[in-house]
């Protein structure tokens, strides 16, 4: 099977003013996403997710390293990319206000040259499965916000590329359009022979429901990349585990004990809860003294199965937000 | 095959540039403002005029030459700076410019594409205002005897040369956006001083009529009025120069413009890309 993206060693970076130093976005990624993959990158804000998209989507130069996209180089070739990619960001609100939403459709694509006859058929078919039909004459000011965003994502599909990048999708959408965004999405991608799909997300959930391959990325280097079950199978020799606890002082105390591996805290009224992984069992021991010696008391503890966040955990040691 | 893509990415880049000139009000009031705007702009300068000189009578000539060339001056400020300013609209306000960047579309076909709408509704401008001048101001005018063919070849050189150049700026426009809107003011008002608009380059010292003689804006002119007023030319320190010269003239700095434009173009293009300049949002 051929590699719809290969990166080699590459490196971006941003050059810092008087006062800051350059910012390495991306720092000597390898990286193979194949042909007929949906493929995932999970990380935190701020890891080089979309900075990789961007690169990948012929946006933005690589500072060093090689790139290449459906077979091209993304430096030299992006003219040969372009008609086979589109690219879809979360979180934007971009489109033009005076314009309906099936006329923003439109324009983009016959600048993609879909024959008139195909592109109203798509059109209407993805409003369809969007849920945007009753909406397809009104003006793209007078909508909502997630209105517009599964708009964009309408035109990322609308061109029909073999390749699409998807940059935070289902960002502050509520959970029907992100399901349907994520359905669409994983249909697409199974029901057409070829077609990649390259998702970034910190949604862990998403990632593990979505992706044939998850690359967990932070702070611009790949940490792991493989099914998100040959991941979490990883983390499976460790012991995770959930503790309620009243509230103690100093909960990074917690990372300081030897043995565990990565911990979340999440407060919730009166109460904590905390999710650890760690190398064994008996790490658990001093886990709850030091609790107890911080003025804390655990009022229950779960092991757990692993996930994701626990994978991510494992390798950074810290939660993804 | 690459001249179909073209003409399509014109069509809809000039449709979409219609739209949102033409989309923000109801069709009544589009019209009255695109009468009166170019109205009262002009009404400015012919207010100066008659300041210092009483009457439009008092140089008919004199009055000709600033009136045309005023009114063509339309075309620059607002073709030009029009499709500079669509890098700017895209990225900032509508957010759509990587989108566009990406899709497989010529960018500077695009551009211009987008700067179509703006010919269309200022020839409309231009052709009120000139009305305005012949019917109400009196401006000597004839019809009947204006030279179509120089006319129309010189709009269609002139226009041409304008999304050149509009093209450069928007090259620019693509590395910077609080200085957008200074750099393409500034190229306007350096059009209007030099390139003989409301008064003619024989009043420029000598190296300000070597920098009118050097930009393509300054024939273009010439050519439009002496088809439309041939009188003027014993003011305009063109003189000189045949109609015929003019064109050669006006073609090669045309030529020498679309060279640089296209290179400048190219190299933001590549900074763009470099400093990750597409798709930044600066709330200027």
Redesign the interface.
Known sequence: MNNAVECRSLTRSFKGNAKQQAIIALDNIDLDVREGELFGLLGPNGAGKTTLIKILATLLLPSSGKVTVLGYDVEREAHKIRPRINMVSGGEFSGYGLLTVRENLWMFSQFYGIPTRIAKQRIDELLHDFELADKADAKVRTISTGQRQRMNVVRGFVTDPDLIFLDEPTLGLDVNSSRTIRDYIRRWVREQNGKTALITTHYMMEAEELCDRVAIIDRGRILACDSPCNLKKQVQRDAVFTLETTQFADLDSIGHISGVKGYTGETNGERQKIRIVAEEESVLAEVIQVIAGKGGKVISLTKVESTLEDVFLQLVGRGLI | MAVN?HL??I??AA??GW??ES??TSPFLFIIYSIIKPIMATLIVVFMYLIILKSVNADPVLFSYMFIGNAFYMYVAQVLFGISWVVHEDREH???L????????NFPVYLVGRGISKIIITTASVIVTLAFGILVLGLPVNIWKIDWPLLIVAMVLGLFCICTIGIALAGISLLTARHGTGINEGVAGVFYLFCGVIFPITFLPSWGQSIAFFIPITYWLELLRRSMMPETISISGLANYSAQEMMVLLLVSILLFLFFSLIILKYAD?LA????K??MTTAY
């Open positions: 893509e399509r990415t069509r809809w449709w979409l739209q949102m989309n923000w509508y957010q759509t990587k989108q566009i960047y990406i899709a497989p579309i590549f890309r470099k400093k990750g597409l798709d």
